[in-house]
């Protein structure tokens, strides 16, 4: 491999770049082919689920298995909107509170001078190891001496606690330049209005990234339900989906209502990513740790 | 100009102060409710015994010992299941990121971008989809995908129970996490590597660099030691919280034979299916010692001093 030829973040192709591309392209698509099967499998009605051997495409999509899907849940007694209703509350709180809360500490971080400052920020970048799944027992513990059992405050608090959404917010923030923000100090302006008026506008891309990381966490989240819930009323829309799909998978027209509720939870967060791509690959610029 | 709105006058240092511990406050109190108090109660518990009904009572290091003494599948099974899951996932996915990142940004920026998401998507499918997903590709039946496909090739006679199997259940599990790592860690080490000032290139060019692998060694990987670092966490946590694969795959918690069983399902077992929360909360404390020793390393490699 000469260094001739290619750079880094090129304006035009090159006949060397082809190499790269003779490698990548094959990888992402064999990456692609489960989702592709999956979204197949979730359009093939009854005869194509039953056929053998399996075909990988659709040939004839219908809509059936959504229906289906919407019909056996309707069955249960509670209505698929409930749980719906309860996922999006969720991830809106828990989107809201820990935009919110990210920002107000990430600017304190990085724009207040206080004692213990780069001590609050170095336990936040080690806890970046932290794996909540490892704990889920004491936080059981946590969530029922605070008497939040059964609550929505159950499904909301654990996972605000993120190092990782306040450590991207406080490493963007870091760059924003200190002048701005002491010019408008010496105005006279308190600090909720510095965040409001000039933190904020400034840190779209970061927002954005803490918003999808937050929505990811919650959407597909099946802890919260099935440890700190009881009431079948207040469970979510991933809960339900997972339980509903372990008992559909045994039947061959089950598979393909399975498929299609998977893709009911993953879609979701694929629009909500490729809208705001660009936003976080800004953020992720300034993602280092020392 | 001081302004007497609180009850007693205040510098305007102290209300600097005031102001700036009421913004850190709220995160700091559910930073200590949801991380800091669960780790230290897992520790805590683990020298007790505890079945949830009757109180806490003090056990030594009796968790411990049983772990190596008396409990055959965690040191028969678990400890090595994990092990070898967390050193190929972990560092595999990392240098899999690493690579992806860096071909990538030796291409223009529109085709980097619908590549970069093409591979980020698996990591973004979530738990319930990559169960069914997988499950579907590797039903133990003829309708299965990956059976259908060998028995029509005739490479196989009959259909291999591949989710239930001691000799695939792993492997499978290893496919599907390394599938799903390339995530922020992944686009943290994409942004690094475009980060890099071209000058650092040209002039390692004027100095006699030779060929790529001098390049990547002496300069790309110096100069973007951070995003590295961060990448190398993110992929050991990946890996890690990943860890209930095994038994979303197989069904069933302990996996037929241990064969799947990582110390995270050994953890859900003992604490939700036989309430031994103080075992339980030994083997936590086990996994934290396992991730910590893993960033550790990265930090030794990748660390900025």
């Known amino acids: ?290 | 100009m001081m302004k007497h709105d609180f009850l007693f006058p205040v510098t305007k240092k102290q209300k600097n102060i005031l102001s700036s511990v009421m913004l850190v406050l709220p995160y700091v109190l559910i930073f200590l409710g949801f991380i800091i108090v669960p780790i230290l109660i897992a520790f805590s518990l683990s020298f007790t015994y505890f079945d949830t009904i009757n109180p806490p009572e003090f056990a030594g290091f009796d968790n411990y010992v049983y772990m190596l003494t008396g409990d055959e599948p965690f040191v028969r099974n678990i400890i090595p299941n994990t092990l070898k899951y967390a050193f190929i996932v972990g560092p595999g996915g990392f240098a899999l990121s690493f690579l992806m990142a860096w071909m990538l940004a030796q291409l223009q920026r529109g085709p980097r971008k619908y590549l970069s998401l093409l591979l980020y998507t698996p990591s973004m499918v979530g738990a319930i989809l990559v169960t069914i997903l997988w499950r579907s590709l590797f039903n133990g039946s003829e309708t299965g995908y990956f059976n259908a496909f060998l028995l029509h090739y005739d490479f196989i006679e009959q259909p291999i129970q591949f989710l239930q199997s001691p000799d695939y259940l792993l492997n499978i599990m290893i496919i599907v996490s390394l599938w799903s790592s390339m995530g922020i860690g992944f686009l943290a080490m994409l942004a690094g590597i475009l980060n890099i000032n071209p000058e650092l290139y040209e002039a390692a060019r004027i100095d006699g660099m030779k060929n790529r692998f001098q390049e990547i060694f002496y300069i790309t990987i110096p100069a973007m030691k951070p995003q590295m670092l961060f990448g190398a966490v993110m992929a050991i946590v990946n890996a890690f919280n990943m860890g209930e694969i095994g038994v979303l795959l197989s069904g069933i918690n302990p996996t037929p034979q241990y064969s799947g069983s990582l110390i995270v399902n050994h953890i859900a077992d003992f604490g939700f299916l036989r309430y031994e929360m103080g075992y339980a909360s030994a083997l936590s404390v086990v996994l934290f010692l396992i991730v910590f020793a893993f960033t550790r390393v990265s930090k030794i490699l990748f660390g900025s001093d």
């Open chain 1, 1 to 290: 491999m000469s260094l001739k030829g290619t750079h880094i973040n090129p304006k035009k192709f090159h006949r060397s770049q082809i190499k790269f591309y003779l490698i990548l392209v094959p990888i992402a698509a064999v990456m692609l082919l489960p989702i592709f099967y999956i979204f197949s499998q979730a359009l093939k009605p009854l005869d194509e689920l039953m056929l053998f051997p399996p075909r990988f495409f659709v040939q004839k999509p219908s809509l059936r298995n959504f229906n289906m899907l919407i019909m056996t849940a309707g069955e249960t007694g509670i209505p698929l909107t409930v749980y719906l209703f309860n996922s999006v509350l969720v991830a809106v709180i828990a989107i809201s509170v820990n935009l919110t809360l990210t920002m107000i500490t990430g600017y304190a971080l990085s724009k207040k001078r206080f004692k213990g400052r780069q001590t609050l920020f170095n336990i936040n970048q080690a806890a970046l190891m932290f794996v909540p799944i490892a704990v889920s027992i004491p936080t059981f513990l946590v969530i029922v001496n605070m008497g939040i059992l059964d609550t929505l405050a159950a499904h909301i608090l654990p996972l605000l606690a993120m190092p990782v959404s306040l450590f991207l917010m406080k490493q963007f923030i870091d760059q924003l330049p200190d002048e701005i923000i002491e010019a408008a100090r010496v105005d006279g302006a308190s600090d909720f209005y510095i965040i409001r008026k000039i933190v904020v506008p400034l840190t779209k891309p970061a927002l954005a990234t803490v918003a999808i990381l937050t929505f990811q966490a919650t959407w597909s989240n099946l802890i919260t339900s099935q440890f700190y819930i009881n009431s079948e009323l207040k469970k979510t829309f991933a809960f339900y989906m997972s339980t509903l799909t372990s008992t559909l998978e045994i039947t061959v027209a089950g598979q393909g209502m399975a498929a299609a509720a998977g893709l009911i939870m993953f879609v979701p967060n694929l629009v909500i990513f490729i809208i705001m791509q660009n936003h976080v690959m800004d953020t992720m610029s300034h993602s280092g740790v020392k």
